[in-house]
């Protein structure tokens, strides 16, 4: 985190606890009416609520872990760096106990409730950096296509060919005989010109 802004740690830090409780509101609103029961924030806010001797204890262990693997998707799209779940995940759930305990007004002495938040770290955790990893490791598209680079290719080869040309043309061996380029007979695999050597004898010029 050092090379991230402290403004913008705050914003998603307060973006991905907003986006974990909007979740879980979600979901155990839906949860109390299949249940038939009413919506309470003591559901939301109260560690007591979490308990192993009740149904609807269990109901919201299972809400809460099932919620911190949709806020998976807002790390994914808030963070989007692996190295940086670990401390995001942990710091939503200790603010989690610091709200808990302040609407309860006494720290947690649920073992049950202490255990669901160790699962649902672990679980958070374990998602969001492999979720991380898997889109860091995705290719990146510059776009472009492969026609332009062989029509550059082209462009290139053919300049080569006719600097070669100009030079060639020029070309003698030394005895009054002087090389030019014949017609192409027909493109190699390669693309490239396949062309003759042909001689032209000089005349000559002394009668």
């Not at 991230?4 to 609103?29: F, G």
């Not at 839906?30 to 149904?55: C, E, I, Y």
Request: glycine fraction near 14%; proline fraction near 2%; charge should be neutral.
């Amino acid at each position: 985190m050092a090379d991230t802004p402290p403004l913008k740690i705050l914003s998603q830090i307060a973006l991905l606890q907003l986006a974990y409780y909007m979740s879980a509101t979600v979901l155990i609103i839906f949860t109390v009416m299949v249940f038939g029961q009413q919506m309470h924030p003591d559901l939301l806010w109260s560690w007591r609520t979490v308990r192993g001797d009740t149904t609807v204890g269990w109901m919201l262990g299972l809400v809460w872990m099932l919620n911190s693997g949709i806020t998976v998707i807002a790390i994914l799209l808030l963070i989007s760096r692996s190295k940086l779940v670990l401390d995001f995940a942990l710091t939503l759930h200790g603010l989690h106990l610091l709200f808990t305990s302040l609407y309860t007004h006494a720290l947690p002495r649920n073992l049950l409730w202490w255990g669901l938040q160790a699962a649902s770290a672990g679980l958070m955790i374990s998602l969001g950096v492999w979720s991380c990893r898997w889109r860091e490791l995705q290719p990146m598209s510059f776009g472009g296509g492969g026609g332009s680079r062989t029509s550059a290719g082209a462009t290139a080869e053919e300049v080569a060919v006719g600097a070669d040309g100009g030079q060639d043309s020029n070309a003698g061996d030394g005895l009054g005989v002087t090389y030019g380029r014949g017609r192409g007979r027909g493109r190699g695999r390669d693309g490239g010109g396949d062309y003759e050597m042909v001689a032209i004898k000089e005349g000559d010029d002394h009668v």
